[in-house]
């Protein structure tokens, strides 16, 4: 997608908003600023500004402030928010999610169920303008439409499938009674049966489908949902994943950036490995902040920001340490080591990987502290919002989910293929070292699992050798790292219950914490709804 085609996207919500769908009270009043419902004749090429209301909302879903980008990578092995000199602690907010003890308030669970269903209600609104004619549609743009509408919030249903699992199912936008709760199982079902209905009716393009729900990105959602089926409802799904991957690896519509870093550049909209992305815009589409959390404020002067950083995430040590040196993403992912100012060329600081704790017995990271999150590429003068789109499904991971599936039927080898074919920009400076074995990928992981102690060394080190899968598991968190992908992985291969890393141990009750709790406001508000196990 152009720069240009992202700007006219970006900007459809702006054009949205001088549309009302309310009768005007004053009928001598000669209005200009709106256009009035009987007069609004919308078309196909009107559909980007129609739409744009439930896409926009996916930016404060997927990276707004302590939602689902902070719920799924603050629980995992990969990122940490420890106390610093300048605070951090936040009445212990982030060590809860790190030790896995959060309550039924807090926030970072609750703020993606909000934000879920503000998308799933944006599109049954729109879905119900269409059906009543309010936006009268020619009959087979209005169906392609609500196709596309149903599988955007199918995503929505997909979140809180995957986060909190027993969640009421809301589609019709006039219902104002309180609704029902599902058991995951009746969630799991509605998500599959709402794509597999509406794949056929949506559109094949790639290019002016940027940022949308078209046929591939449905499909690539779906094999998301299956490979996950046997924690979400017990049984697996392997074949399907197979399925629903060569779809889209026969199309030919997509390819591996040759460059990884442009994945995440400023201008991803133009790599031809995104299949879905929720783009952002720093002036347009704000809301991209991962900078402003994870720089130190110093960085200001490394990359002449516009903005103060706040300095607050950085990398696991241990996690680091699994990777090979060699592996080119260690470097495209992470800030490390000397810092220089962008003018004077002045070291202005340094970051460590050592991290002494997460706090709350008095231990303080310094400012320096923890390796920090750079894989979205920060321009020089960046603002406090980035430009760069969150990839949410991008080839590599198609071709992952698939050689994970051989993996686990046994075709080890095929799935070794697969995995190399990723592996291989990541090692262009030794190419030998890009090619893995069926064998390797069935050995256990390179993590050293364990707590840390505050000098950093592991006590207690129950590794990761005995991680069925787990040298696979560890491609995944090469390859995925800072993309929300690692609690739902760690979950699949068993970690997230049983090991401990830096500051975390396994929770006395560990299988419930799989599920986050239904939120004790929601709860209060609809006597229907029983809380998850465990909280």
Not at 149 to 154: E, F, Q, T, V
């Given at each position: 997608?152009?720069?240009?085609?992202?700007?006219i996207?970006?900007?459809a919500l702006?054009?949205?908003?001088l549309?009302?769908?309310?009768s005007?009270?004053?009928l001598s009043?000669e209005v200009f600023?709106?256009?009035?419902?009987?007069?609004?004749?919308?078309?196909?090429?009107?559909?980007p500004?129609i739409?744009?209301p439930v896409y926009?909302s996916?930016?404060?879903?997927m990276?707004?402030?302590?939602?689902?980008f902070?719920?799924q990578?603050e629980s995992?092995?990969?990122?940490?928010?420890p106390?610093r000199?300048?605070?951090?602690d936040d009445a212990g907010t982030?060590?809860?999610?790190?030790?896995?003890?959060w309550t039924?308030?807090q926030?970072?669970?609750y703020?993606?169920?909000?934000q879920?269903?503000?998308?799933?209600?944006k599109a049954?609104?729109v879905?119900?303008?269409?059906e009543?004619g309010t936006l009268p549609?020619?009959?087979?743009?209005?169906?392609?439409a609500?196709a596309e509408?149903?599988?955007?919030?199918?995503l929505?249903?997909?979140?809180l499938?995957?986060?909190?699992?027993?969640?009421?199912?809301v589609?019709?936008y006039?219902?104002v009674?309180?609704?029902?709760?599902?058991?995951?199982?009746?969630v799991?079902?509605?998500?599959v049966?709402e794509?597999?209905?509406?794949?056929p009716?949506?559109?094949?393009?790639?290019?002016?489908?940027?940022g949308?729900?078209?046929?591939?990105a449905?499909?690539a959602?779906?094999a998301k949902?299956y490979?996950?089926?046997?924690v979400y409802?017990?049984?697996?799904?392997w074949?399907?994943v197979?399925g629903?991957?060569?779809d889209?690896?026969n199309?030919?519509?997509?390819?591996?950036?040759t460059e990884?870093?442009s994945?995440?550049s400023?201008?991803?909209q133009?790599?031809p490995?995104?299949?879905?992305s929720?783009?952002y815009d720093e002036?347009y589409?704000q809301?991209?902040?991962?900078?402003?959390?994870?720089?130190d404020?110093?960085s200001?002067?490394?990359?002449?920001?516009?903005a103060g950083p706040w300095?607050?995430?950085?990398?696991?040590p241990q996690?680091i340490?699994?990777?090979d040196?060699?592996d080119?993403?260690?470097?495209?992912?992470w800030?490390q080591?000397?810092?220089y100012?962008?003018t004077?060329?002045e070291?202005?600081?340094t970051?460590?990987?050592?991290?002494?704790?997460?706090?709350?017995?008095?231990t303080i990271?310094?400012?320096n502290?923890?390796?920090?999150?750079?894989?979205?590429e920060?321009?020089k003068?960046?603002?406090n919002n980035?430009?760069?789109d969150?990839?949410?499904?991008r080839?590599?991971?198609v071709?992952?989910m698939?050689?994970e599936?051989?993996?686990?039927?046994?075709r080890?080898?095929?799935a070794?293929?697969?995995?190399s074919?990723v592996r291989?920009?990541?090692f262009r400076a030794n190419?030998t070292?890009?090619?893995?074995?069926?064998?390797?990928l069935?050995?256990g992981?390179?993590?050293?699992?364990?707590?840390?102690?505050?000098?950093?060394?592991?006590?207690?080190?129950?590794g990761?050798?005995d991680?069925?899968?787990?040298?696979?598991?560890?491609?995944?968190?090469?390859?995925f790292?800072a993309?929300?992908?690692?609690?739902?992985?760690?979950i699949?291969?068993g970690?997230?219950?049983?090991?401990s890393?830096f500051?975390?141990?396994?929770?006395?009750n560990?299988q419930s914490?799989?599920?986050?709790p239904?939120p004790?406001?929601?709860i209060n508000?609809?006597?229907?709804?029983?809380q998850?196990?465990g909280y």
């Open positions: 997608m152009s720069r240009n085609n992202k700007y996207w970006m900007t702006v054009g949205f908003g549309l009302s769908f309310n005007c009270t004053d009043e600023s709106e256009v009035l419902e009987k007069e609004y004749q919308p078309q196909e090429r009107d559909l500004t739409l744009a926009a996916f930016r404060n879903l990276f707004g402030w302590q939602g689902y902070d719920l990578e995992a092995d990969h990122i940490i928010t106390v000199p300048n605070g951090w982030y060590r809860r999610m790190h030790q896995h003890t039924t308030i926030w970072q669970p703020n993606t169920w909000q879920a269903y503000s998308s799933i209600t049954n609104r879905i119900m303008q269409i009543d549609l020619p009959e087979s743009v209005g169906k392609s609500i509408l149903r599988a955007a919030r199918a929505a249903y997909y979140l499938l995957d986060n909190h699992g027993n969640v009421p199912i589609t019709d006039r219902d009674s309180l609704p029902e709760q599902k058991t995951r199982k009746e799991y079902d509605f998500v049966n794509l597999t209905t509406v794949i009716l949506l559109s094949n393009e790639v290019g002016s489908m940027y949308r729900m078209n046929v591939w449905a499909r959602l779906l949902v490979l996950n089926s046997e409802v017990g049984v697996s799904s074949d399907k197979i629903l991957t060569d889209i690896i199309a030919n519509k997509y390819r591996l950036d990884y870093k994945v995440f400023p201008t991803n133009n790599s490995e995104i299949i879905f929720v783009p002036v589409g809301g991209s902040q991962i900078h402003m959390k994870t720089l404020p110093l200001r002067l490394v990359y002449n920001m516009a300095g607050g995430n950085c990398a696991v996690f340490d699994s990777y040196k060699e080119q993403r260690l470097y495209d992912s800030i080591g000397p810092q100012h962008a004077t060329g070291l202005v600081i970051y460590e990987k050592a991290v002494p704790g997460i706090g709350g017995d008095g990271a310094a400012s502290a923890g390796y920090r999150i750079g894989k979205y920060i321009k003068g960046a603002t980035l430009d760069n969150y990839p949410m499904f080839y590599a991971d071709l992952l698939k050689a599936a051989l993996l686990r039927t046994g080890e080898g095929d070794a293929v697969l995995v074919q291989e920009r990541a190419p070292k890009a090619t893995v074995s069926g064998a390797d069935l050995a992981s390179k993590y050293n699992y364990g707590l840390q102690n505050k000098d950093g060394s592991v006590a207690g080190t129950n990761g050798q991680i069925k899968y787990g040298r696979f598991l560890d491609e995944l968190g090469w390859e790292t993309e929300a992908h690692r609690r739902q992985d760690i699949r291969f970690v997230f219950q049983t090991k890393w500051n975390h141990a396994p929770h006395a560990a914490r799989t599920l986050f239904i004790n406001d929601e508000k609809n006597p229907k709804l029983k998850n196990t």
